[in-house]
């Protein structure tokens, strides 16, 4: 049972936020304005969870305890305040509270800007997977980087996108986040590696030539209705002073902060590619810099608990999320060897048995390499220790199967040719004692395609973890309309046992029911449709369908396939006599990386069609198309609640998971998908009738493709289809400038078409049909969309935290 988190008291509280106001923010409550009110508020709290923070570090039965160290290199954390108020139970206290000092929470909640610290998907399971551990009482640290900049801002000029750096921290810091620097680490680079006698042994060292400081930032993870709080330690780069003694003696004041500038080059800026690896120095020094601290911070823990080096794999899991952790492992084995001069087998035993790996793609352009002679020359150690732990890898290949080369080839951690590269994921699978995918479909792509030859040599190392998303935010945070709905039919336990949603499905085919939950819906359209209307001047009606794509723009998630439905109902309205669709508002949010230029052509052409259909007076407004500009975590809360319609369109194969189409199911958007990623489970979930599934499945996208796939054979045979496309090629959308949108159309044709859009797109319009028909029968919709509520339950995180638990990491909750 989880204990009262601690009483509130109102007064004291109140004290603290107008102490906050003038001492650390110098505001009077006379001239505060919302942003110091909202900044003195999370100050306030802050407090509360820092000194909890310490409680739960303190505790001997948490300092006892296996815990889970979970590596990412990116965390999409989103707003803290509102999410950590519903955590700490404090959200209706706190809303008195300010409002008797005359501020209304809400409105100070929007004066937080998200910490955008991820791309995308990736980073935003990292948060989620926090917040399931803190609330299930799980000890754990998550390691990440304090990047100065997170994402890019995204603003559209003439529909194009235009990028803007993200100072998340704003000139007075983030409030939830306090510095440890008891805890700050040294990290090297580059240099030489060295051999010395050590009283008669051979040892090897590293000297590095350049060395930054690691300074820990805590943002605090808050237990659901517990006083646990975790800490999410964000490294930050700084240069260690004095940083160069000699050219500042020299009086060479300049050169010597040239050392200055170079260390807060390491953390300044998140990296915008979302699966996708571009091989840049200063990302690889990123890594290393994250690896390396956070290692040496677990370490310590270790040590300061009096444990025995030998015992840290029963004390510590190191989970790496994706690849980008790697260089942890043979950091790990370098620390054992090099500085608690362990042997070889002893270093290995230890670091194989401690780290785990998820793979989170199939797409090789996102599996990272290194170029050799890049690691060789920043971390010239580690390189040696990767050689060898490839050196005794091959033998193992050898001895499984001899004599055959290419097995030796495929599987080397050293990709061969003119420029040697190393393979940051066989590296991982060799290095780790498990190996996830991310849904039921992609791990068993992950065996089959990926690594059938190391599911061979090591028969129980790979595992499914299908993902999952915390409902605390998804749900209760950002959509207290429906939150209230359910509470009163299953209680207030949904949001730590998810599962309990199922009793909602007896409600699904009652009349009042159904009509209560519609209007929370409508009430959630209204609220997008009111913020559309003030932010980006367009107007739209609640009572249309609300079809929504939300994520990074990708050829592989198939925004231009989307693109190209509107444009064959344009085409229809325009065209078809007698042809008739319920009015539909498309939304999509998405930012592209600045360097995908086609993603920027799709971005580009999406908004050109929208300003023209949203203004055609021919079609009687029942096309709309509202492209959200900035798409990041507290947009997300904002259009999930209000979506009728989940657009999950990957092409087979290619969405590893996904787990926007879970937050949309969750709040009763019915998904049109292919049997990709979770939508595959989200439909063993729901059932066939209330998810609506289209296009090609895997063995079929594999088939045509072998077979020689033609887009021109699509295009000729199918004059809807057609018809759309050409819309792209004259001046339609473009008035004066024909072709300007021509990129899109060639990638489809000439460009081959790689991700099949145009052998699913006939497939895909006639779901939509069935799905436009079944939103005018008001009654049938509305018991589907309670029935992808209540039926989801799965789909929480904090279930993916217990396969973890039970499957992996092998933790123990300490309820506190
Ligand atoms: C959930 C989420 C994602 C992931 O969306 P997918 O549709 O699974 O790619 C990306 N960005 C943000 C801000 C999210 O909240």
Redesign the pocket.
């Known amino acids: 049972m989880t204990k009262q988190p601690h009483a509130f008291d109102k007064n004291a509280f109140q004290l603290s936020v107008q102490k906050h106001l003038s001492a650390t923010y110098a505001h009077t409550v006379e001239n505060a304005d919302s942003r110091a009110w909202y900044l003195a508020m999370g100050r306030a709290l802050a407090e509360i969870t820092t000194i909890n923070l310490l409680e739960t570090e303190a505790d001997e039965r948490v300092v006892n305890a296996k815990s889970v160290n979970y590596l990412s290199l990116e965390f ?1 954390i ?1 707003r803290l305040t509102g999410n950590n108020l519903i955590n700490m139970g404090l959200y209706e206290s706190v809303t008195e509270a300010m409002a008797e000092m005359g501020q209304n929470l809400t409105d100070l909640l929007e004066e937080e800007r998200d910490p955008s610290l991820g ?3 990736l980073g ?1 399971l990292a948060a989620c997977f926090m917040d399931s551990l803190a609330a299930q009482e799980f000890p754990s640290v998550g390691y990440g980087l304090h990047y100065e900049y997170g994402l890019f801002k995204q603003s559209f000029a003439e529909g194009r996108q235009q990028e803007a750096p993200d100072a998340w921290r704003g000139v007075e810091g983030y409030p939830w986040e306090v510095a440890r620097p008891e805890l700050a680490q040294e990290i090297g680079f580059y240099g030489h590696v060295e051999s010395y006698d050590d009283n008669g042994v051979q040892r090897r060292r590293w000297v590095p030539s350049m060395y930054v400081k690691a300074m820990p930032w805590d943002v605090p993870v808050v237990g659901y209705q517990s006083n646990t709080v975790y800490p999410l330690r964000l490294w930050e780069c700084q240069a260690i002073a004095p940083f160069s003694l000699e050219s500042f003696n020299n009086g060479n004041y300049f050169e010597a902060q040239h050392a200055l500038i170079d260390a807060g080059n390491i953390t300044k800026v998140l990296y915008p590619n979302d699966n996708h690896e571009k091989g840049k120095t200063l990302r690889l020094m990123q890594q290393f810099f994250h690896s390396s601290a956070s290692v040496r911070d677990i370490l310590r823990r270790h040590l300061d608990a009096g444990l025995a080096l030998a015992d840290l794999s029963k004390q510590e899991t190191i989970q790496l999320n994706d690849t980008h952790p790697t260089i942890a492992i043979p950091e790990l084995m370098r620390i054992l060897m090099d500085e608690y001069h362990l042997d070889w087998d002893a270093a290995w035993a230890i670091s194989s048995k401690t780290f785990a790996y998820t793979n989170h793609t199939l797409l090789p352009e996102a599996l990272e390499t290194w170029s050799e002679s890049l690691i060789q020359h920043l971390l010239p150690r580690h390189m040696e220790i990767i050689y060898e732990i490839n050196h005794r890898f091959l033998q193992e290949v050898r001895a499984k199967w001899p004599g055959d080369v290419a097995k030796q080839q495929k599987l080397s951690i050293i990709q061969e040719g003119f420029n040697r590269v190393v393979r940051m994921a066989n590296l991982c699978v060799i290095g780790s004692y498990a190996v996830n995918g991310v849904a039921a479909l992609h791990s068993e792509l992950v065996k089959r395609d990926l690594f059938p030859e190391f599911d061979a040599l090591y028969p129980t190392r790979l595992h499914n973890v299908t993902n999952g ?1 915390t409902p605390r935010r998804w749900l209760k945070f950002c959509n207290p309309g429906l939150s209230e709905l359910v509470s009163e039919i299953v209680g207030n336990d949904w949001p730590k046992h998810l599962e309990q949603l199922e009793a909602v499905s007896q409600y699904a085919k009652d009349a009042a029911f159904q009509k209560r939950y519609m209007a929370v819906k409508r009430e959630n359209k209204q609220r997008l449709a009111d913020w559309v209307k003030t932010n980006l001047d367009i107007e739209i009606s609640a009572d249309a369908i609300f079809d929504v794509q ?3 723009l990708h050829e592989y ?1 198939r925004q231009h396939l989307n693109l190209l439905h509107i444009l064959s109902l344009y085409h229809r309205l325009l065209n078809e006599p007698g042809f008739d669709m319920a009015p539909r508002v498309v939304f999509f949010a998405a930012k592209a990386a600045p360097g995908y230029h086609l993603a920027k052509e799709i971005i580009f052409a999406i908004n050109k069609v929208a300003e023209k259909v949203n203004n055609d007076p021919r079609i009687g407004g029942k096309l709309k198309v509202v492209f959200i500009p900035d ?3 507290s ?2 809360e904002m259009i999930i609640p209000a979506a009728d319609v989940s657009e ?1 369109i990957s092409t087979a194969g290619k ?1 590893a ?5 879970m ?1 949309m199911a969750l709040n009763g958007a019915l998904t049109i998908g292919t049997m990709d990623g979770a939508n595959v489970e989200i439909r063993e979930e729901v059932g066939d009738d209330n998810i609506y599934i289209f296009g090609l499945e895997v063995d079929e996208v594999e088939a045509l493709k072998a077979q020689g796939y033609n887009p021109f054979e699509y295009y000729h045979a199918d004059p809807l289809l057609k018809a759309s496309m050409d819309l792209l090629l004259g001046e339609e959308f473009t008035p004066g400038q024909p072709g300007l949108l021509r990129a899109t159309y060639d990638s489809l044709l000439d460009g081959g078409d790689p991700y099949l859009c145009l052998a699913d797109f006939a497939s895909y319009v006639k779901a939509h049909e069935a799905m436009d028909k079944q939103y005018r029968d008001k009654a049938g919709w509305a018991q589907k969309a309670i029935l992808n509520t209540a039926l989801v339950g799965k789909f929480t995180s904090d279930r993916s935290i217990r396969d973890y638990v039970d499957n992996i990491w092998q933790l123990k909750a300490i309820n506190r």
Request: hydrophobic share 25%; charged share 30%; net charge positive.
């Open positions: 999409l989103g791309n995308g998907g935003r998303v939300i994520k990074r998630k798409y990041r975590v947009m997300a999950q969405e998971s996904g787990t926007g189409n937050k």
